[in-house]
């Protein structure tokens, strides 16, 4: 499947490989999340023109005001959400974005189920995956914040855009012992944070200092 989408020159798999080896100095542990995204292609999920950047550890845009994440916060973010999870997964993903994040989900986990409020973001990401044979990835076109309720409970929930404080309506669809992988706050400052359902309550723990574009309403 993704050999037939190997790279040349800076998208070759000695690029890739680098990528990988950085993640590595940066702390990434989880075996498998590394191997998926030294395998996956990210340079089909940006415009051709930066194809040649995919494999820089940064952010990138994909137009209608939005990025696909820096690659060590998707491996960061996939790490901590599976820290834990039980080995049958359902996740939800919050902001489809590219689908680069979607993807590398669809390769560690049961089944990702991901909304997306910008049409035209979807319809690509769509594409991609079909291109990549990735069956396991359902998609809506919805305002992230009310979540995917008809398919709740999840074991996981990851959001890849912050909102200024947490949708109580994502809480209420995480599974028991269930985790959410959120960023939380404003443009000038906002932290990832971890929040473990236990029963009918809630642990929640602030990691790391982030940056990402804010969690809007409506849909286009």
Request: aromatic share 6%; proline share 5%; with cysteine.
């Amino acid at each position: 499947m993704i050999a037939e989408h190997q790279g040349i020159g800076m998208t070759s798999q000695r690029t890739r490989d680098r990528l990988i080896t950085r993640l590595k100095e940066q702390g990434i542990q989880n075996i498998d999340v590394l191997s998926v995204m030294r395998e996956l292609p990210r340079h089909l999920f940006v415009d051709e023109a930066l194809a040649s950047r995919a494999y820089e550890d940064t952010a990138l845009p994909i137009g209608h005001g939005q990025t696909i994440s820096q690659p060590f916060i998707v491996a960061r973010m996939t790490e901590v959400l599976l820290a834990g999870l039980p080995s049958t997964q359902k996740i939800l993903e919050v902001g489809t974005g590219s689908g680069y994040q979607t993807a590398v989900l669809s390769r560690l986990v049961d089944r990702v189920f991901s909304v997306e409020r910008i049409s035209p973001l979807q319809n690509q990401a769509r594409e991609r995956f079909y291109q990549l044979k990735l069956n396991n990835i359902k998609l809506k076109h919805s305002d992230g914040s009310w979540g995917w309720e008809d398919n709740a409970p999840y074991d996981g929930i990851i959001v890849t855009c912050a909102p200024e404080e947490v949708p109580e309506s994502l809480l209420l669809q995480l599974a028991p012992n269930g985790r959410l992988v959120i960023p939380v706050g404003g443009s000038h400052k906002q932290s990832l944070r971890v929040i473990d359902r236990n029963g009918n309550g809630f642990e929640q723990q602030e990691l790391d200092a982030v940056s990402f574009v804010p969690l809007l309403s409506g849909q286009i």
